[in-house]
């Protein structure tokens, strides 16, 4: 009981910072480099009652960097990224990013690289070396969670009425494999060496034979994580058989980045955050690309702000819906989905039977997936218990 009071009043010592007498070694660093980021008596200051030895983070980057490495090393790695972004919302630490030695030192992660791209212009060439090496970790990371899946999504489904004896890997069925080769069990390594597979036969199906998918990305300041995302799905999509991609990222001006979706690296390097918003003129470029409109699927994703003709690229956008082009409008693609937007906007688009709503990266595999079946994107979302925006004509 007594043990349970000691660490109570040890966490509530360092969630008020009152003092570190008493503290052990690491308690006293982790107290100092929380007050150095949320006390608010100062970015230097030692001016706090009873707070000695505390202070703000400066500004070197030796500095900065050595708090970082206390932070990663008493929290885990969610929590850091939570600790790094009121740093640089409260301390100013983002120019910090164009020192090598803090972008090193930093938690790698997708809010981390837009940022990254967004200083890129201003970086000098050391920093971009240390900034590539931390984007492709990054890249290398989601590419490992979300391949996979989106592969899965697309590829199609196991069908389990038919079999065969050359499946892959994942399709194996193997109760009846083992049954099969029992008579090749092997007692002295006390296991049964398969010499014939059975396994689940794949669905060939040709909906997605060549469907063409444009994704056609806001690239406007506001949209730094979506865009992210955005390029990692354009590349993983681009590396399969069954569809055919193009990336295309715009803001006043358009980059077609279709030709580097082999390298995630270089895409997230060509593409430059900020500026205005074209959206009507991004759109008829990717009209001017489509082959097939009835094998077609344009994914648009923006928060709708038009800065050039909003009049002209409604009316685009209905051509392409009468067309027959299966276009899907993502407010955002982020791990929250919690978008801001132009809600008029949003609103006359969903009026013209275009399905507009926000999307996380987990959702946005099995999203393609029904897309590319042109099944009911409204029957997928309340299935997965996401809001699409209605019309107001619709809600009236």
Request: charged residues 25%.
């Amino acid at each position: 009981m007594t043990d349970d009071i000691a660490e109570r009043d040890r966490r509530w010592r360092l969630a008020l910072g009152i003092d570190d007498e008493g503290l052990s070694e690491r308690d006293t660093r982790l107290s100092q480099a929380m007050s150095a980021l949320y006390e608010p008596s100062g970015r230097g200051n030692n001016s706090g009652k009873g707070k000695k030895g505390r202070g703000g983070l400066g500004r070197s980057a030796p500095r900065v960097s050595k708090w970082l490495g206390d932070i990663r090393e008493f929290f885990p790695s969610t929590v850091v990224q939570i600790v790094q972004k009121d740093a640089f919302e409260r301390l100013g630490l983002r120019e910090m990013l164009l020192e090598p030695e803090f972008l090193a030192a930093v938690e790698a992660d997708v809010n981390l690289v837009a940022d990254l791209i967004t200083l890129r212009g201003v970086m000098p060439d050391k920093t971009k070396q240390t900034a590539r090496i931390v984007i492709a970790q990054v890249v290398a990371d989601l590419m490992e969670r979300l391949e996979r899946r989106t592969a899965q999504a697309l590829l199609g489904a196991v069908d389990k009425s038919k079999r065969t004896n050359r499946p892959r890997f994942r399709d194996i069925d193997w109760p009846r494999t083992i049954r099969a080769n029992l008579q090749h069990y092997q007692p002295e390594y006390k296991t049964v060496v398969p010499e014939q597979l059975i396994g689940f036969m794949r669905k060939q199906r040709r909906i997605v034979d060549l469907d063409e998918v444009i994704m056609c990305v806001d690239q406007s300041g506001s949209m730094g994580t979506s865009v992210v995302y955005s390029s990692i799905f354009a590349a993983v999509m681009a590396s399969l058989p069954v569809v055919k991609t193009r990336l295309v990222c715009f803001d006043t001006a358009i980059i077609d980045l279709t030709d580097e979706l082999a390298d995630p690296v270089e895409v997230l390097f060509g593409i430059q955050l900020g500026g205005g918003t074209d959206i009507n003129q991004a759109v008829a470029y990717c009209q001017e690309r489509i082959e097939d409109a009835s094998k077609a699927h344009l994914i648009l994703i923006t928060d709708l702000y038009e800065g050039g003709d909003a009049e002209a690229f409604q009316q685009r956008l209905a051509h392409l819906i009468g067309m027959g082009v299966n276009v899907i409008v993502l407010l955002a693609l982020t791990d929250t989905g919690a978008p801001s937007y132009d809600t008029v906007m949003a609103e006359n688009i969903a009026a013209m039977g275009a399905p507009v709503f926000a999307c996380t990266p987990h959702e946005f595999p099995d999203l393609m997936a029904c897309a590319l079946k042109r099944n009911d994107i409204a029957d997928w979302a309340a299935n997965n218990d996401i809001k699409l925006i209605r019309s107001s004509t619709t809600e009236s």
